[in-house]
């Protein structure tokens, strides 16, 4: 005798989990159109970053090659840390427009 099944559940499930996929592809392309753009407290250097967190451009300002060395590094160092947090908060605000309205199955 073969198992009993819920044909409609299965179906049901099925159709959420290509919805899924959905969303997580979209998701993922979203990710690398999504740039933030942020600066070290001095201005000297400037970053644009992908929600993905792939560095997509660096700019020193003429200002700052006239700085120290270790000044230099610093304000590098301080931009990298703040597009960190930046494609951190871009990751969230993408997560939350393509998964609004996902409800869990079985719920609603």
Not at 46 to 52: G, I, N, Y
């Amino acid at each position: 005798m073969a198992p009993e099944y819920d044909a409609a559940w299965v179906d049901a499930a099925i159709a959420r989990y290509e919805e899924i996929e959905a969303r997580q592809a979209s998701y993922e392309r979203a990710l690398g159109q999504v740039e933030v753009t942020v600066r070290s407290p001095d201005g000297q250097v400037e970053l644009v970053v992908a929600a993905s967190g792939e560095v997509r451009a660096v700019t020193v300002a003429e200002r700052g090659r006239t700085g120290s060395t270790s000044e230099l590094n610093a304000a590098i160092l301080a931009a990298i840390q703040s597009s960190v947090k930046a494609a951190e908060w871009a990751r969230q605000k993408v997560h939350a427009e393509q998964f609004a309205g996902y409800t869990l199955l079985g719920r609603s």
